[in-house]
Nanobody, 124 residues
Framework: QVQLVESGGGLVQAGDSLRLSCAASGRTLNNYAMGWLRQAPGKERELVAT????????SYADSVKGRFTISRDNTKNSVYLQMNSLKPEDTARYYC?????????????????WGQGTQVTVSS
């Protein structure tokens, strides 16, 4: 069992930056690909970014490419999402998720463990 706890969300203005963190306990994250997903009110949960077990491979949703960066530090059992140039449409609850695989999955159903999420609100 993997427990995931997100932090770093908040209320910011358009153009600002935030860094989300996801700390894991219970098991080492070395054996899991990781993802950040988000869900806005009235919308389905969507993939934001994934990172492979080794950290060498990453992928991003088109809407965040060039603005967001996913990274991981397996020595700290943590995953991060650096979000720059935030837009109001980035407003959502952001979730960290773990997948028992080498690479991350593209849909929420691909992930095995989830955190409770952290709220990001971007005002215009």
């Amino acid at each position: 069992q993997v427990q995931l706890v997100e932090s770093g969300g908040g209320l910011v203005q358009a153009g600002d930056s935030l860094r989300l963190s996801c700390a894991a306990s219970g098991r080492t994250l070395n054996n899991y690909a990781m993802g950040w997903l988000r869900q806005a009110p009235g919308k389905e949960r969507e993939l934001v970014a994934t990172i492979s077990r080794s950290g060498l491979n990453t992928s991003y949703a088109d809407s965040v490419k060039g603005r967001f960066t996913i990274s991981r530090d397996n020595t700290k059992n943590s995953v991060y999402l650096q979000m720059n140039s935030l837009k109001p449409e980035d407003t959502a609850r952001y979730y960290c998720a773990a997948r028992r695989a080498i690479v991350g999955g593209r849909s929420p159903g691909d992930y095995d463990y989830w955190g409770q999420g952290t709220q990001v609100t971007v005002s215009s």
